[in-house]
């Protein structure tokens, strides 16, 4: 079994910026990625970022490219989502989640799931 603790969520204003953070309980060798995804009210889950653990292999979705970074500190089994240019429509809450096999977008594939933080972006 594998935690998840999220931290870093609050209110900005619209070109803001804020930084999560997500530390595992398990060492990161045991997991091959690890994934941020948000969800706004009455939306689905969505895809924010990826990385792995192995290799530093990164993935972005199209709509937070060049405005989000994600990095990873093997040695504090941390991953963290920087996020620059922060607008209203990226207010969702943020999970992290880990996936055991693969580097993948889709959520469905993820193994252990963080309990969230929200992050609200005003106009």
């Known amino acids: 079994q594998v935690q998840l603790v999220e931290s870093g969520g609050g209110l900005v204003q619209a070109g803001g910026s804020l930084r999560l953070s997500c530390a595992a309980s398990?060492?990161?060798?045991?997991?091959?990625?690890m994934g941020w995804f948000r969800q706004a009210p009455g939306k689905e889950r969505e895809f924010v970022a990826a990385i792995s653990w192995r290799d530093g292999s990164i993935t972005y979705a199209d709509s937070v490219k060049g405005r989000f970074t994600i990095s990873r500190d093997n040695t504090r089994n941390t991953v963290y989502l920087q996020m620059n240019s922060l607008q209203p429509e990226d207010t969702a809450v943020y999970y992290c989640?880990?996936?055991?096999?693969?580097?993948?977008?889709?959520?469905?594939?993820?193994?252990?799931w963080g309990q969230g933080t929200q992050v609200t972006v005003s106009s």
């Open positions: 989640a880990a996936n055991i096999v693969r580097l993948t977008t889709n959520p469905y594939d993820y193994d252990y």
């Open positions: 398990k060492r990161t060798f045991s997991l091959y990625a």
